[in-house]
């Protein structure tokens, strides 16, 4: 395996602040060269975090369009331009090549410590696969989703996102920059042992596949006129079934979920995902077996 260079971003969305700090504090104490691998720590969206909002124009986390016009394209928006440096630089191609992205978020969405991957590439099944394993992480499988995308690791050809929650927006929590430092530090181990074919993959992984996202009900006027249901709040990765509460809106109306189909919903309230007009995302539970290729496409570097 010719795994050289490693690039860990921080501060993707400005206002997810606790894995900037995390990843400062690790960069103070761990040398960024370990085990013949060099490790790039970078914010990801600087402006943003400086202004402590989440984007300035557009959101950078959506700026990575797999287009002709990528890489050329110049739009005048401060995130477009970003993802464009970001790929020159970093990218595969780019004047520092890194081979694997690790993007780090927060999510005021009560999640814990999840793994978000987009599409089935083997590369990132693998290493999901290897922290699933060591943590029990849930994994988040988002594809086939037109409204979204242009997600940032996508364009490496191996990368997955950490997302740790709830916290809220510009707000530190000492227990949440534990946990980026611990999968951080975790995350080196086990990509060292893969380097030097030391791992075992477990034989299955389970992963809560993407299959849409509902938005609030709202009035004639399109405002939001509905709050997540008490009973759904907070539940994020539990089962629902037909007939359980998702809403309760303004005139004390309970908005239940009507299709038969046994759904785990993520993303419960998600204060960001407001303006996507995203309430909660639904996913199911696949069970999806080990592969040996998996590992092997490493090589391929
Ligand atoms: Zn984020």
């Keep these: 395996?010719?795994?050289?260079?490693?690039?860990?971003?921080?501060?993707?969305?400005?206002?997810?602040?606790?894995?900037?700090?995390?990843?400062k504090q690790f960069n103070r104490k761990e040398n960024s060269l370990y085990n013949g691998i060099e490790y790039e720590y970078i914010i990801g969206n600087p402006?943003?975090?400086?202004?402590?909002?989440?984007?300035?124009?557009?959101?950078?986390n959506r700026s990575f369009k797999e287009s002709e016009n990528f890489g050329k394209h110049k739009n005048g928006f401060y995130e477009t331009n970003r993802a464009n440096y970001l790929v020159d630089e970093f990218g595969i191609d780019g004047s520092k090549p890194?081979?694997?992205?690790?993007?780090l978020h927060t999510?005021?969405?009560?999640m814990g410590t999840s793994i978000v991957m987009y599409g089935r590439r083997s590369k990132d099944f693998c290493l999901a696969a290897l922290l699933q394993n060591k943590f029990g992480l849930p994994i988040y499988l988002h594809e086939k989703d037109k409204a979204q995308t242009g997600f940032l690791v996508e364009a490496w050809p191996c990368g997955l996102v950490i997302e740790i929650g709830p916290v809220a927006q510009n707000f530190y929590d000492q227990n949440i920059i534990n946990r980026f430092s611990l999968i951080i530090s975790s995350l080196r181990?086990?990509?060292d042992k893969l380097k030097n074919n030391l791992i075992e993959l477990p034989k299955e992984l389970v992963v809560h596949v993407h299959q849409g996202s509902i938005d609030y009900p709202r009035n004639e006027k399109g405002d939001i006129d509905s709050l997540i249901h008490p009973e759904r709040i907070n539940q994020d990765w539990k089962m629902i079934k037909?007939?359980?509460p998702l809403f309760l809106d303004s005139q004390g109306i309970i908005?239940?979920?009507?299709r038969d189909q046994l759904i785990w919903p993520v993303f419960i309230g998600e204060v960001a995902y407001?303006?996507?007009?995203?309430?909660?995302?639904?996913?199911?539970?696949?069970?999806i077996c080990s592969k040996k290729q998996w590992v092997q496409e490493f090589e391929s570097f």
């Design 1 to 23: 395996m010719t795994i050289q260079r490693i690039l860990i971003v921080s501060g993707t969305h400005g206002n997810e602040i606790n894995p900037v700090w995390a990843v």
């Design 47 to 60: 402006a943003a975090y400086e202004k402590g909002c989440r984007y300035i124009d557009v959101d950078l």
């Design 98 to 103: 890194c081979q694997i992205a690790i993007d």
């Design 107 to 110: 999510t005021t969405a009560n």
């Design 189 to 191: 181990e086990e990509i």
């Design 242 to 244: 037909k007939g359980d």
């Design 255 to 258: 908005h239940k979920y009507e």
């Design 274 to 287: 407001k303006e996507k007009k995203i309430a909660m995302s639904y996913t199911k539970k696949e069970v």
